[in-house]
């Protein structure tokens, strides 16, 4: 790899978070971003990249290391509908639901499209027990969207536990 190539960084680091090899996906955008700091993709992706190494290893500084990423991101590009989708994720793993609510509904309002979007407003939602709003919006996201099992399980838990609260 020519070591003076943000784009090649780039794709490799790519290449390495969609094997899950977090830590060198890491490496890679870091190194991509050395090169080009004025590339809010590698910032995203980069901040995917701790979010998983904070899921795989219950690893909240990695978590705090993926929401930089995503505002460093949003610096570069406000309107960028992913990284809200991506920092409300990271929000909603800490337990800031409001945070994460927030991002969630800009990203939706950025991208009517991002089922991940919805399905993670409809969690919070259902969470607050409010169980409509959630509905709603988890049949919003298997409508965009339906080949999420996990999702069409949440639906089918939040409607039991709405008729359990009637």
């Known amino acids: 790899m020519n070591q003076n190539n943000a784009p090649e960084y780039k794709n490799s680091g790519n290449q390495n978070l969609n094997k899950s090899n977090f830590d060198q996906a ?3 955008f870091t190194q991509a971003i050395k090169l080009n700091p004025n590339d809010a993709e590698v910032y995203y992706s980069r901040s995917s990249a701790y ?10 500084s990695s978590i705090d290391r993926a ?36 991002d969630f509904n800009r990203a939706i309002q950025l991208d009517p499209e991002d089922f991940t979007a919805y399905s993670g407003r409809g969690g919070i ?3 607050k027990d409010e ?13 965009l969207n339906p080949d999420q099992p996990d999702i069409r399980n949440h639906l089918e838990m939040a409607r039991r536990m709405q008729k359990m609260q009637k």
């Not at 949003?74 to 994720?89: C, I, M």
């Not at 169980?131 to 409508?143: A, H």
């Open 131 to 143: 169980y409509e709003r959630g509905i709603k919006d988890m049949e919003t996201s298997l409508r």
């Open 67 to 102: 929401i930089d990423d995503c505002n460093s991101a949003l610096k570069l590009n406000p309107d960028f509908a992913a990284v809200y989708t991506g920092r409300g994720g990271a929000y909603l793993s800490k337990g800031e639901f409001d945070r994460a609510l927030e």
């Open 51 to 60: 979010y998983g190494i904070g899921v795989m290893r219950n690893d909240s």
């Open 125 to 127: 939602y259902i969470l």
């Open 26 to 28: 890491v490496a890679d």
